[in-house]
């Protein structure tokens, strides 16, 4: 898991980490232990970091850990441990948030970083290509003389395989937004050409028609991939280089054969809604649609 992924879920545990309880009128003495329910899950999320683990063994022992209800009388002795160790757990965990920010760089503006997942590789040869994709995809782009900007890579996460970029301006990340974005749909679009194929093997009909449709296939891609590019084009550019549609048009392409390797694109989890919603979740691909056939649609009415 990426450092400044871990860095956001402790951010989000931080404030579950509370005691919350009251003293009872009882004998021997208990305490109605009042956030029982979000104390559980704040120390499930921390095990899900598997980080400090000897805490979590004392804590997993104790009776709130396997209820399921929001109020529990505890005992003495497990307040005390509880009052012992969430403050610990707290403070230990506010101190990897700190490092981890101090091993990030603080004068980078977290909204313009945009992350890229590159699959997985084993050798220089893998790494040439997947490097010469990335140069296609966002240099014949990004680096454009019709876009004011640009970016720099600043980091790169080992063993996860995240590229961080930074872009020079929100204009930028947008465009890359918007790139990835579109390039989901061509993905999309050769994935249903993939299944279709698929379908028409197992029918068991002749090789030319097989071969017709993997044509056929080749064509709608190419077809979304055309207009896919043109509305980059007319959205993100000046307009003053028709050719810049070609290249757009392979960056897409480009950027889909990433999707089908297990790559992906996202912005800053500090980004605002706003930019987060023009990037788009492979994972939910099937909810994906081309905003050129949104506007289509609306003209239509």
């Given at each position: 898991?990426?450092?400044?992924?871990?860095?956001?879920?402790?951010?989000?545990?931080?404030?579950?980490?509370?005691?919350i309880?009251?003293?009872?009128?009882?004998?021997?003495?208990?305490?109605?232990?009042?956030?029982?329910?979000?104390?559980?899950?704040?120390?499930?999320?921390?095990?899900?970091?598997?980080?400090?683990?000897?805490?979590?063994?004392?804590?997993?022992?104790?009776?709130?850990?396997?209820?399921?209800?929001?109020?529990?009388?505890?005992?003495?002795?497990?307040?005390?441990?509880?009052?012992?160790?969430?403050?610990?757990?707290?403070?230990?965990?506010?101190?990897?948030?700190?490092?981890?920010?101090?091993?990030?760089?603080?004068?980078?503006?977290?909204?313009?970083?945009?992350?890229?997942?590159?699959?997985?590789?084993?050798?220089?040869?893998?790494?040439?290509?997947?490097?010469?994709?990335?140069?296609?995809?966002?240099?014949?782009?990004?680096?454009?003389?019709?876009?004011d900007?640009?970016?720099?890579?600043?980091?790169?996460?080992?063993?996860?395989?995240?590229?961080?970029?930074?872009?020079?301006?929100?204009?930028?990340?947008?465009?890359i937004?918007?790139?990835?974005?579109?390039?989901?749909?061509?993905?999309?679009?050769?994935?249903?050409?993939?299944?279709?194929q698929?379908k028409?093997?197992?029918?068991?009909?002749?090789n030319?028609?097989?071969?017709?449709?993997?044509?056929?296939?080749?064509?709608?891609?190419?077809?979304?991939?055309?207009?896919?590019?043109?509305?980059?084009?007319?959205?993100?550019?000046?307009?003053?280089?028709?050719?810049?549609?070609?290249?757009?048009?392979?960056?897409?392409k480009?950027?889909?054969?990433?999707?089908?390797?297990?790559?992906?694109?996202?912005?800053?989890?500090?980004?605002?809604?706003?930019?987060?919603?023009?990037?788009?979740?492979?994972?939910?691909?099937?909810?994906?649609?081309?905003?050129v056939?949104?506007?289509?649609?609306?003209?239509?009415?």
């Amino acid at each position: 898991m990426r450092l400044r992924t871990i860095k956001h879920i402790i951010e989000e545990i931080l404030p579950e980490l509370e005691v919350i309880a009251t003293k009872r009128n009882s004998s021997p003495t208990t305490f109605q232990l009042s956030n029982t329910k979000k104390l559980k899950n704040a120390i499930l999320e921390i095990e899900e970091l598997e980080l400090l683990t000897d805490f979590l063994s004392e804590l997993q022992n104790q009776s709130f850990y396997s209820f399921n209800g929001d109020r529990l009388i505890i005992h003495q002795q497990e307040y005390n441990i509880l009052n012992r160790t969430i403050p610990q757990l707290k403070k230990i965990l506010e101190a990897t948030v700190e490092s981890i920010e101090k091993a990030q760089n603080h004068e980078i503006d977290s909204g313009l970083v945009v992350s890229i997942k590159i699959p997985e590789i084993s050798d220089f040869e893998e790494l040439e290509k997947i490097s010469s994709k990335l140069t296609k995809i966002f240099n014949q782009t990004l680096l454009s003389d019709e876009i004011d900007g640009g970016f720099r890579i600043i980091g790169f996460d080992t063993g996860s395989n995240w590229i961080d970029i930074l872009a020079t301006s929100t204009a930028i990340v947008h465009t890359i937004g918007g790139l990835a974005w579109s390039g989901a749909v061509v993905f999309k679009k050769f994935q249903e050409g993939l299944l279709l194929q698929q379908k028409v093997k197992e029918m068991k009909i002749s090789n030319n028609a097989i071969e017709e449709v993997i044509e056929k296939s080749k064509e709608a891609v190419n077809e979304s991939a055309e207009k896919e590019a043109q509305y980059i084009y007319n959205k993100y550019f000046a307009g003053k280089d028709p050719e810049q549609i070609a290249r757009i048009k392979m960056s897409l392409k480009e950027i889909a054969e990433l999707y089908n390797k297990g790559g992906t694109i996202k912005p800053s989890l500090e980004a605002s809604e706003e930019i987060s919603e023009e990037f788009p979740d492979i994972s939910e691909l099937p909810n994906i649609q081309s905003k050129v056939e949104q506007i289509e649609q609306k003209n239509k009415k």
